[in-house]
């Protein structure tokens, strides 16, 4: 199951779903061969934010990463499966869903600069689906319960404060404009 999701991290899809990133208007020379931090950075060019700029260590994306990786290595693995599965990947496709919406009211996108957002719209269902068979297996007794509870929260209060800070200074640069 994960190494299915790291090939397709790396563009390596197989023809079914290349087809269906086609029927979803997704040129195969979009995303074939192109790893998604390329995809990630193109999308950032395609709505002009400079994406070369070093990451800050106290930014909330850099919290994130940083919180994500300390559970995913310290913890128990049905933790890491739970923050994976539960707590990103069965909720990414709803997200990109609503932020290509606010994309799309931007404006001024080309088509190929937003396979980023389409394709994880798209795929990560099939991943959530497979991540929560997985999940199922480690949710036979209690301590993997518990351990995949604790990593769906982690990466959902992960995730939470990533947008609350983004949504906060949002707002404060529009009050500030004002």
């Known amino acids: ?3 299915e999701n790291k090939a397709e991290e790396v563009g390596r899809y197989d023809e079914e779903t290349l ?12 995303v074939a061969g192109i790893p998604h931090p390329e995809l990630f950075r193109r999308f950032q060019r395609g709505i002009g934010v400079e994406s070369d700029t070093a990451v800050d260590p106290t930014s909330p994306v850099a919290r994130w990463r940083e919180g994500l990786l ?6 128990h693995p049905a933790a890491a499966v739970g923050a994976l599965g539960l707590g990103t ?12 919406r606010g994309v799309d009211r931007f404006g001024g996108i080309r088509p190929e600069d ?19 068979e997985l999940a199922a297996r480690f949710a036979v ?11 769906m929260r982690a990466a959902l209060d992960l995730r939470a404060a990533f947008w609350d ?10 009050e500030n404009a004002a």
């Open 114 to 132: 937003r396979t980023f957002l389409v394709l994880h719209a798209l795929v990560d269902d099939a991943h959530a689906v497979s991540l929560l």
């Open 141 to 151: 007794d209690a301590e993997g319960r518990a351990a995949l509870a604790r990593g």
């Open 165 to 174: 800070e983004l949504h906060e200074h949002a707002t404060t640069a529009q």
């Open 1 to 3: 199951v994960l190494d």
């Open 19 to 30: 087809r269906e990133l086609e029927d979803a208007g997704l040129r195969r020379e979009w």
């Open 89 to 100: 990947e069965l909720v990414v496709s709803r997200m990109y869903t609503t932020v290509l």
């Open 70 to 75: 300390h559970l995913i290595q310290t913890d």
